[in-house]
C-alpha cells in the first residue's frame, strides 16, 4: 500500500526557521511501523531528516511523537491502525530543537526535582537485604512500567498551559517510590507534591493514561498520591 506521510520540519541553522512540512509518498506494509517509514525517508529522500530512537521496540521511551494528533511511541505505531494518511509531529509543549528532536531538559529536571531513587540509609538488623512481601511490591508495581517517554506529559492540558506543572511522568515516578515500603522519603516528595504547581494542577484530564504506551494508570496513581497528601496516610 501507498502512504501518504507528512512530516513537521524545523531546522533554524540550515535555514528552515519556520515550521513546515513535507511530504513523501512510501510504499509499506501494514504492519510497518511509522518508525520504519521515517527510516526510509531518511535513508532514501533525505538524511536530514532528524529523530530520536533506539530501540524500536517500545522500550527505551525515545521516540514519542504526535502521529495523527496523538501521542504514540513511533516504533509501536502501524500503519494499519493509523492509516495511510500519516501526519507526525514533535510531541507538545518542549522546545523544538530540530525536526522532532525537542529540549527533554526541563522534563528530566521535574523528574530529578522529586528524588526518583530509594531514600533509606537504614541497614537492616540482619545486614542483609530490605524484605517486603508480595502484596507491598503490588503496591507500585504499575508505576514501575515507566520508561521517561514524555507522552503522558506532553499530552496533558494542564501542561500546555503552564509548563510549570511538574507533570504526570515526574508524578508517576515520585509515586513509584512514595508507595514502596522501603523508602523513607515520602513525607519530602509529599510535601513537595502538594506545593502549587504539583498535583492539583491536575484537572483529571485522563490524557495522560490514554497517552501511555506502557498502559500505566497514569490518573489513578495521581489520585493516589493527592489522597496520601489529604489523608496523612500510604495505604
Ligand atoms: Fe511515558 Fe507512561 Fe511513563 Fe508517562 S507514565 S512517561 S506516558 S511510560
Ligand atoms: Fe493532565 Fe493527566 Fe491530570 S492529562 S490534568 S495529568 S489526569
Ligand atoms: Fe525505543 Fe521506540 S525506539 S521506545
Not at 81 to 86: A, K, L, N, Q, S
Not at 100 to 106: A, C, K
Request: net charge negative; glycine share 6%.
Amino acid at each position: 500500500m501507498l502512504v501518504h506521510l507528512r512530516l513537521f520540519r524545523y531546522n533554524p541553522e540550515a535555514g528552515r526557521n519556520k515550521p513546515s512540512y513535507d511530504t513523501y509518498n512510501v510504499e509499506a506494509d501494514p504492519t510497518d511501523r511509522v518508525l520504519d517509514l521515517m527510516e526510509h525517508v531518511k535513508a532514501y529522500n533525505d538524511p536530514t531528516l532528524s529523530f530520536r530512537r533506539s530501540c524500536a521496540h517500545g522500550v527505551c521511551g525515545s521516540d514519542a511523537m504526535r502521529i495523527n494528533g496523538r501521542n504514540l511511541l513511533a516504533c509501536k505505531a502501524l500503519v494499519q491502525d493509523v492509516g495511510t494518511e500519516i501526519t507526525v509531529e514533535p510531541i507538545l509543549g518542549m522546545k523544538v530543537i530540530k525536526d522532532f528532536i525537542v529540549d527533554m531538559e526541563p522534563f528530566f529536571e521535574s523528574y530529578r526535582s522529586l528524588s526518583p531513587f530509594l531514600i533509606n540509609d537504614d541497614i537492616p538488623e540482619d545486614g542483609k537485604e530490605r524484605r517486603q512481601s508480595i502484596e507491598q511490591r503490588e503496591r507500585f508495581d504499575d508505576t514501575t512500567k515507566c520508561i521517561l517517554c514524555a507522552a503522558c506529559t506532553t499530552s496533558c492540558p494542564s501542561f500546555w498551559s503552564d509548563e510549570a506543572y511538574v507533570g504526570p511522568a515526574t508524578i508517576v515516578n515520585a509515586h513509584r517510590f512514595i508507595f514502596d515500603s522501603r523508602d523513607n522519603g515520602a513525607e519530602g516528595r509529599l510535601e513537595r507534591l502538594s506545593e502549587e504547581m504539583g498535583v492539583w494542577r491536575c484537572r483529571t484530564a485522563f490524557n495522560c493514561t490514554e497517552a501511555c504506551p506502557r498502559e500505566i494508570h497514569v490518573t489513578q496513581a495521581i489520585a493516589e498520591v493527592k489522597k496520601a497528601i489529604t489523608s496523612g496516610r500510604l495505604d
